[in-house]
Structure formats: C-alpha cells, structure tokens
C-alpha cells in the first residue's frame, strides 16, 4: 500500500460500509496506517551507506558484497516489513556479514525489528 493509495483504499471501504460506527471506521483507518508506517520504516531503514562502506570487524579490510537479500521482520504492532539489503564478505577472514544489519542493531535470526515493546 503506497501512501497515494490509502486515502482512495479509506474512501472506497467507507463507501462500501456507509453504515460503519466509528469503532469500525477507527479500526479500519489503523489497520492503513499500520501499513503505511512498516513501508516508511523499511524506506527509511534502507536510506543508508552501510552497504557501500563495510569494513570487516575482524581484520578491517573493505567488504565484498556478495548480492542483495530479503530479510522479513515483524513491527511491533504485527505489520510485516520487507528488508532489502547487500550481503557482504570480507576477502581476508571470509566471514559474511549483512552490514545494513549490523548498523541497524537487528540481530542475526531475530524476526523482531525491536527487542522491546513500543508505545503501540
Ligand atoms: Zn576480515
């Protein structure tokens, strides 16, 4: 669901519920907007140099990125959120790293994109 989409998305479901009660109409608006808020997460999440600039922690040599991955996680308030990013190996040590990852602070396996639980 694209941001130009969601108010024609709203508009459509109020016509197709004209007698919905303002619990329904609330819920409905939130199940958009969680939407919306997992794309611009992942949007903003990606807006980084990580990629580029890796360096191997291990010997500091620059890393090799070795293709782009998917990574699935999961927002707090249950909204999937679809992470693209380089993964990358060092020449020297070998280990393979994803250094948007590791820059982010998301663990290795963790499908949470926060350990804690947020306000929602
Ligand atoms: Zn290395």
Not at 25 to 43: G, H, S
Request: with cysteine; net charge positive.
């Amino acid at each position: 669901m694209a941001y130009a989409n969601v108010k024609p998305a709203l508009a459509a479901w109020r016509a197709a519920h004209p007698r919905a009660t303002m619990r329904e109409i609330e819920d409905a608006v939130e199940e958009q907007v969680a939407k919306l808020w997992a794309e611009f997460l992942a949007e903003v999440a990606r807006q980084s140099q990580a990629d580029e600039q890796a360096h191997s922690e291990r010997c500091g040599s620059k890393l090799a990125t070795r293709g782009r991955r998917t990574r699935r996680l999961r927002a707090n308030g249950g909204e999937p959120i679809v992470l693209e990013r380089s993964h990358a190996v060092c020449p020297v040590c070998k280990p393979g790293v994803f250094p948007l990852d590791r820059e982010l602070g998301l663990l290795p396996g963790s499908p949470l994109t926060m350990a804690h639980s947020g306000p929602r």
